[in-house]
């Protein structure tokens, strides 16, 4: 039995799914936060956080290495940590840093701080040669705009260190870029209470489906899972509206695909993590979105572990406990796999989703529904969706249409509406 350490987390589905898969695996955990507050208000499900849960919960600063280092370290002689993981973005590098420091398995934590910085990223793949769009690199709007000029619009404008797709969006001209800028200096500190990079990240608008290739990396060797494929709608943002496992992509498309993301985690250097890689597939072939080193979210490792048998919030744990992961699929009698998500039409408050009456159909493995009295938020990230709802299916590339099918069913009444 291991007992892994877990670093904050999101408060979405992996904050559920990795405790259940640590206790599945005959592991055990504690649990560090510097808010538990944060949790106790998040609760996925009815009654306490799953994280809270854990053999212990520690109260300590996570925001600040120097303070929580040395503290863990103090501790690891009386509780005896085995491995050190989280699944926010935000603690990543985090992690990795305890995890050297107290002499455990984990990634290297320079490559963990170089994918988790969007622009660092960009850098260290095009100085390796993987195919990516042409970007530029600012910190001021008169950089971005002389950036625009060498790039061309429309072009795409990111933080380097949010999550999500915050404040990722399109911008067409001058107007919208500057537009951008200023929304990105009105949110100087994450949702976390970090203070935020002043880079902006501009990049050539890619046009093509988007993919994402789900990757295992240990012992230096990278083992593909398989490939996602993405809606995206919300323009000028770039919201993920569904996903299907396996993608529907022609054999050789898959290989290419395939290559290039375990390129990108080559070149960065990433070992012993477990990566979440997305692309474009563009005229000119795949190119790099980004490059995530912890599992996919968005309920992605559910499907993969529905149509294959292979969990991997599990795989994470094992990982991170220096254990050989579990790759080998299993016949699970789904041959494809599907999430699709409740976008807000606008803003307001929730009088009620109505339609979940259709949601009883035997291929729905999953659905939740935002309750009455909730405020729902402006579609322009994937933090603001009112729902989900995941089915199964035994032929290949068919979940993601019945899916959709049956979010468009649903009807979302706002409490002035019935007022």
Request: charged share 20%; aromatic share 6%.
């Amino acid at each position: 039995m291991g007992h892994l350490l877990l670093v904050e987390s999101w408060v979405g589905a992996m904050s559920t799914l990795l405790p259940r898969a640590i206790r599945e695996g005959g592991h055990r955990f504690s649990f560090v936060t510097r808010d538990l507050q944060h949790y106790l208000r998040s609760a996925p499900v009815p009654g306490a956080h799953p994280l809270l849960g854990a053999d212990n919960v520690l109260t300590v600063e996570t925001n600040d290495p120097d303070v929580l280092l040395p503290h863990l370290e103090r501790l690891q002689p009386v509780l005896n940590f085995d491995g050190v993981a989280t699944s926010c973005d935000y603690y990543l590098a985090t992690a990795a840093r305890l995890a050297e420091r107290l002499g455990l398995p984990g990634p290297p934590p320079e490559a963990v701080e170089a994918a988790c910085a969007k622009d660092r990223t960009r850098r260290t793949l095009r100085e390796a040669g993987v195919p990516g769009p042409a970007f530029a690199l600012a910190e001021t709007l008169r950089g971005l705009e002389e950036g625009a000029a060498a790039l061309g619009y429309p072009l795409v404008v990111k933080p380097v260190d949010l999550c999500a797709g915050m404040f990722v969006r399109k911008v067409g001209d001058a107007d919208e870029l500057r537009e951008a800028f200023e929304a990105l200096q009105g949110f100087p500190v994450n949702a976390r209470g970090q203070q935020r990079s002043p880079v902006v990240l501009l990049e050539e608008l890619l046009t093509g489906a988007e993919v994402s290739v789900e990757t295992v990396t240990y012992g230096g060797r990278t083992t593909v899972v398989g490939v996602t494929d993405k809606s995206i709608a919300g323009a000028p943002w770039f919201v993920e509206t569904g996903h299907m496992f396996p993608a529907a992509l022609e054999a050789d498309t898959e290989r290419v695909v395939s290559d290039t993301a375990v390129a990108a985690v080559e070149a960065l250097g990433l070992d012993n993590a477990v990566c979440h890689t997305e692309l474009k597939l563009t005229a000119d072939g795949p190119k790099i979105v980004e490059v995530n080193p912890r599992p996919a979210g968005n309920q992605i490792t559910e499907l993969i572990r529905r149509v294959t048998g292979i969990d991997l919030a599990a795989v994470y744990a094992q990982v991170a406990l220096g254990e050989k992961p579990e790759l080998d699929p299993v016949d699970t009698g789904a041959a494809s796999a599907a999430i699709s998500f409740l976008l807000p039409p606008r803003t307001g408050a929730i009088e009620e989703i109505r339609g979940a009456e259709a949601l009883r159909d035997a291929a729905v493995v999953d659905y939740r529904l935002k309750p009455a009295g909730h405020h729902a938020g402006a579609a322009t990230s994937n933090n603001n969706y009112l729902g989900h709802v995941m089915v199964t299916s035994g032929r290949q590339g068919a979940a993601r249409a019945h899916a959709e099918s049956l979010v468009e069913r649903l009807d979302v009444r706002y409490a002035e509406e019935i007022g």
